[in-house]
């Protein structure tokens, strides 16, 4: 409370106090942010520039969003007044960009937006430089709000850059002119694309050509601060550059400048020379040149102390590889991957895989580096790697023969990784029979060599090579005694892990039942797999996250056309990909069922991107009306599910209102994109019911759950029930499906309680013929008087005791409420034990209202 | 942006800590122990920029005293590197004469 009562005191110091103490304890006590508030009002409105900036600085500082309510209409008036002072004017923005960050939705920018540009042409830089970061961030927000400011920022960097060393006195800075200000407008500047109008765009590349310049000519001071300004904004520069990617003399100049500093004394040049030489490395028209620096780099690689300078290096030779010097790189990195550090070594070894892959020309090749991969680094090759080696290899007839032979030999290595027995095992297994025929590697031989490594390995390991010996007894039969004794052995079929169990007890039948023939069929080689996208890059981009290298994949992938002749098809998404499928380990389940097929050519895929008109809502997803008919009587539950999504429901209401939760959850591992749920009434339900639904956040991440709200009200009786379909991007594939929402009649239902007598009395008033429903159906659940008593609960209505004389029959009561009309209902039911069956009589005052109660109630016994 | 701005001194202590966007106190002591160590171990020759985590250090010493600043991608590095030195030369002419000990007194 003091510290309330220092901000109003008069004098700076006290204010000053009071507002440190405010910015540091301040919390949600709603009575002081009030006082709070009212206090920096008043310091706001006063003309006294301090006060104004203390005020402001406390708002920056704390940005809460109460804060952001109370004053984001305040401050962008102070902002653009033409009477506040320089000072003000630079807190008030940068104020002004701090609540905008915390609470985007309360700024409201649109009246502003020219006068906020207009304040790049302000006389004072720190007016402008703290102008520029705003304008920064709203612009990417939203660019075509803040076009104007490009030719601004233009013409102010050419002012600067040219300026001479007098002017600007205060803002040089060890005899660079406002280095902060040039790299914060050159940020600006690449926040849009390069300027259409030509006498701006002349000026820019003049403008970018003077900073170029500036860093050829001999520096004017010695001192290190000098020269690290200067390239502070050489650095940007070439960030824009490289952004536009429009001016092929300007990228081969700020490649042969990025050269020079690969070589230079200072490490942290050679670091930034490295990381910018990685993003001009995807632009075409310098790809050429970066190649020319292939063997600094390497050389980088090889002599940097620092770690992370060598991290950029490797980075930068998996940019710049392409076929002429895929096979130099990759042995670079192979070598590399010895020393490197254990915390990187997962990348390098996902890098090497993608680059071995893409640019093989003899697959021979591609199936040594991986193998060398997995001798060098086993622990880190993950399991994508080695499905995908193994895919390839079953794709590719040529290289099967020679897989084999490699694999066989990298086996009888003393020490061998576990991964290298479980690639060894499968394509011996397929493919053992190809060198069967040289007598060092005879059947009898691999499989000794197979099972001398069965011990040490662990349980899936071991399940594979189980399956592997199976395979052998089909492929090779003088062998299947001895592969039957192996299978027979008490170690395995009373292993304690089940799996192992299961699968020799299982493999040993088969080999002794089934003749040759079945025996052949069911073990015949694998088909060549489907061709789908590598997983590999997806585990990359999820490793490096998004705006990294990978995207530079996807780029060049984008512009490269297919180099790999039948390699997989280029896809236009993001490389989101179904899960790493089927078992690989040969007879089993079937992969993940989509109701699309997943496409494999370009064509189709392509159409799925581009038409974003919503196909016909898809039928009614089976089962639908089951669970809709559970939840007539109950509120909450889960309503759908298959194998990618779950849908969840909880409701509640209220005379004629209701809302209802709708919860999706991703059953799956992989996003999904596009999610767009809409509730459809149909045109007969539509003047009946009114639904709200909230938008709902279009991704869905894996694993994740998201919640729509729907506001329901009931304008009058209804029928038919709103559907609801959901159309979402899975994958590569697109899916829609559709259930019934259970907004029912009797949700509407008010349980009403009354007394024996005033219930017949109501009876006899609704006799009309109409008026009455009755049904007689036959029992579908067991008839067991507790949960019919519940059931007509959840149904809505008043269970009465004690009304009918018949104790075994149920009665109820209760009130439709719709936005018109109120609609009374009395309902009883007769069971008939003996026969199983029940007798259903309503009563309403509206014949439809009776008619469809009673058909919902019908259902739920 | 910049997400915090410290100064730490060789023995591991902080001097000065400012962060930009929200980290719980428990936290904040952690991650300067990690920062600083990842400092303490470079050697001269090694650049003043390292990846931590999903952000970037830059980091300049001077006497007994580190200053490190967490960025992220949208900040340019060397700018950040300057400003450094910028911030050091203004305490320098606002205190008269710049010393850790006086930095202590902070």
Redo the contacts between chains.
């Keep these: 409370m003091e510290a309330v009562n220092l901000l109003s005191s008069n004098r700076y110091t006290e204010k000053q106090i009071g507002y440190l103490f405010i910015s540091v304890l301040v919390n949600s006590n709603s009575e002081l942010i009030r006082l709070i508030n009212n206090a920096i009002k008043n310091d706001l409105a006063s003309r006294n520039p301090t006060f104004m900036g203390l005020a402001l600085h406390c708002i920056a500082n704390v940005g809460s969003r109460e804060m952001a309510e109370a004053f984001a209409g305040e401050i962008p008036k102070i902002l653009v007044a033409g009477d506040t002072m320089d000072s003000v004017k630079q807190s008030a923005a940068l104020c002004l960009l701090r609540l905008y960050r915390t609470s985007p939705d309360l700024v409201p920018m649109g009246d502003w937006t020219s006068r906020v540009v207009h304040l790049l042409n302000d006389q004072h830089l720190g007016v402008v430089t703290a102008a520029t970061s705003l304008i920064t961030t709203l612009a990417q927000k939203n660019p075509e709000e803040f076009k104007t400011s490009v030719s601004l920022a233009v013409s102010r960097l050419s002012r600067i850059v040219t300026s001479a060393s007098t002017d600007l006195q205060d803002y040089t800075?060890y005899f660079v002119p406002a280095?902060?200000l040039s790299?914060k407008l050159l940020?600006l500047l690449q926040c849009y694309p390069p300027p259409e109008d030509p006498a701006v765009r002349g000026r820019l590349t003049e403008c970018l050509e003077t900073i170029l310049n500036k860093a050829q000519e001999p520096p004017k001071s010695k001192k290190v601060?000098h020269s690290?300004?200067k390239?502070?904004v050489l650095?940007?520069a070439i960030?824009l550059i490289i952004h536009h990617d429009s001016e092929p003399n300007l990228l081969v100049r700020a490649c042969n400048q990025l050269g020079q500093f690969l070589q230079h004394r200072e490490?942290?040049l050679?670091?930034?020379a490295l990381e910018s030489m990685c993003t001009l490395a995807s632009s075409e028209f310098s790809h050429e040149a970066v190649k020319t620096h292939i063997e600094t780099v390497i050389n980088a690689l090889k002599t940097e102390?620092?770690v992370?300078?060598r991290?950029r290096a490797v980075d930068l030779l998996y940019a710049m590889c392409d076929r002429s010097n895929a096979q130099q790189i990759v042995a670079e990195m192979l070598n590399y991957l010895e020393t490197a550090d254990y915390s990187i070594r997962e990348e390098i070894v996902l890098k090497v895989a993608i680059l071995a892959e893409k640019y093989a020309v003899d697959y021979t090749w591609y199936v040594d580096t991986i193998l060398n991969l997995i001798r060098i680094a086993g622990d880190y090759v993950s399991e994508e790697v080695w499905y995908r080696v193994i895919q390839i290899v079953i794709n590719r007839d040529d290289v099967q023969g020679y897989a084999a032979k490699t694999v066989f030999e990298a086996l009888q290595a003393p020490a061998c990784h576990e991964n290298l027995v479980k690639v060894g095992g499968y394509i011996l297994g397929e493919f053992g029979n190809l060198i069967a025929g040289d007598p060092r590697s005879s059947p009898l031989i691999q499989f000794n060599l197979l099972h001398s490594k069965f011990h040490l390995c662990s349980v899936p390991t071991r399940a594979l090579l189980l399956s592997t010996y199976i395979k052998f007894v089909n492929l090779f039969p003088e062998i299947k005694t001895t592969i039957q004794d192996v299978l027979r052995s008490d170690s395995q079929l009373k292993n304690a892990d089940v799996e192992l169990q299961q699968r020799a007890v299982e493999y040993l039948r088969l080999s002794t039942i089934a003749s040759t023939d079945i025996l052949a069929t069911v073990l015949e080689e694998m088909p060549p797999f489907p061709e789908r996208e590598s997983s590999i890059l997806a585990k990359l981009k999820k490793k490096k996250?998004p705006?990294t290298v990978t995207d530079l994949e996807e780029i060049k992938r984008e512009r490269s056309s297919d180099m790999n002749g039948s390699a997989e098809p280029a896809c236009a998404t993001d490389g989101s990909t179904p899960s790493p499928s089927a078992d690989l380990l040969g007879l089993s389940a079937a992969p993940v069922t989509n109701p699309a097929p997943p496409s494999s050519t370009n064509g189709s895929l392509l159409v799925d991107v581009f038409s974003d008109t919503a196909p016909a809502v898809a039928p009614l997803a089976p089962g639908s009306d089951d669970n809709f008919a559970r939840f007539v009587c109950k509120n909450n539950g889960v309503l759908f599910e298959n194998q990618l999504l779950q849908i969840g429901l909880k409701s509640e209401f209220r005379q004629n209102l209701g809302r209802m939760f709708i919860f999706y959850g991703n059953k799956t591992s992989t996003q999904f994109l596009n999610f767009t749920p809409t509730v459809i009434c149909s045109d007969d339900l539509q003047p009946s019911l009114n639904l709200q639904t909230k938008p709902v956040d279009p991704t869905v991440d894996g694993g994740a759950q998201v919640q729509q709200v729907v506001n329901i009200e009931c304008v009058s009786d209804f029928m038919e029930a709103p559907v609801l379909n959901i159309q979402f991007r899975y994958g590569g594939t697109f899916q829609n499906l559709s259930v019934k929402l259970p907004i029912t009649l009797n949700k509407f239902f008010q349980p009403t309680e009354m007394s024996s007598q005033d219930f017949f009395q109501r009876w006899k008033q609704l006799s009309n013929p109409k008026q009455e429903v009755q049904n007689i159906f036959k029992a579908k659940h067991p008839m067991d008087a507790e949960i019919t008593k519940a059931k007509i609960i959840g149904f809505g209505s008043a269970l009465l005791e004690e009304v009918d004389p018949n104790p075994a029959n149920f009665v109820g009561a209760g009130i439709i409420h719709t936005k018109t009309t109120q609609i009374g209902c009395l309902l009883r039911l007769e069971p008939n034990l003996q026969a199983q069956m029940y007798r259903l009589t309503l009563r309403t005052s509206k014949e439809a209202v009776s008619q469809r109660l009673c058909e919902l109630l019908s259902e739920q016994f | 942006m910049i997400k915090f701005f410290l100064m730490v001194n060789k023995q591991g202590q902080t001097r000065l800590s400012r962060y930009y966007e929200h980290v719980e106190i428990n936290k904040r002591a952690i991650l300067e122990a990690e920062v600083i160590k990842n400092c303490l171990s470079r050697s001269k020759d090694e650049c003043s920029f390292i990846e931590y985590k999903d952000f970037k250090l830059v980091y300049r010493q001077y006497a007994a005293l580190f200053i490190v600043v967490g960025i992220d991608q949208t900040e340019n590095e060397m700018a950040v590197y300057e400003l450094i030195h910028n911030f050091v030369e203004v305490l320098d002419k606002y205190f008269s004469r710049v010393v850790s000990e006086t930095l202590n007194l902070l």
Excluded: H, I, M
């Design positions: 800075y280095p902060w790299v940020r601060q690290n300004a390239n502070a650095f940007e960030s490490t942290n050679r670091y930034l102390r620092d992370s300078v991290q996250g705006g």
